[in-house]
Nanobody, 116 residues
Framework: QVQVVESGGGLVPPGGSLRLSCTAS????????MGWHRQAPGKQREPIAL???????NYADSVKGRFTVSRDNPKPTVYLQMSSLKPEDTGVYYC??????????WGQGIQVTVSS
């Protein structure tokens, strides 16, 4: 049974930084595509960052230039470095590990609140 655990969320003032981490228990996911979704209060969950097995990245326009996704394959772990945070970045952040024709594994969700 694969377990996915997120960490690093919390309360941060506008303009601040935060780094989220997400680790899966199964090494079979070391070659998976990894990424992050976000669900803001009262809104639908949306994809915000993706990193492929080859290291290519893609970002939602709302976070481009402020967020950086990275990965550590042996662990396997995916990170989300968030900078210049805005109140509209507040929400629950979900990580995932995805392989073609295999189930997608999701983290439990972690709260990020940007407020003074």
């Amino acid at each position: 049974q694969v377990q996915v655990v997120e960490s690093g969320g919390g309360l941060v003032p506008p303009g601040g930084s935060l780094r989220l981490s997400c680790t899966a228990s199964g090494s079979i996911l070391s070659s998976a595509a990894m990424g992050w979704h976000r669900q803001a209060p009262g809104k639908q969950r949306e994809p915000i960052a993706l990193i492929t097995s080859s290291g290519a990245t893609n970002y939602a326009d709302s976070v481009k230039g402020r967020f950086t996704v990275s990965r550590d394959n042996p662990k396997p772990t995916v990170y989300l470095q968030m900078s210049s945070l805005k109140p509209e970045d507040t929400g629950v952040y979900y990580c995932y590990f995805s392989r073609i024709n295999q189930p997608t594994y999701w983290g439990q969700g972690i709260q990020v609140t940007v407020s003074s």
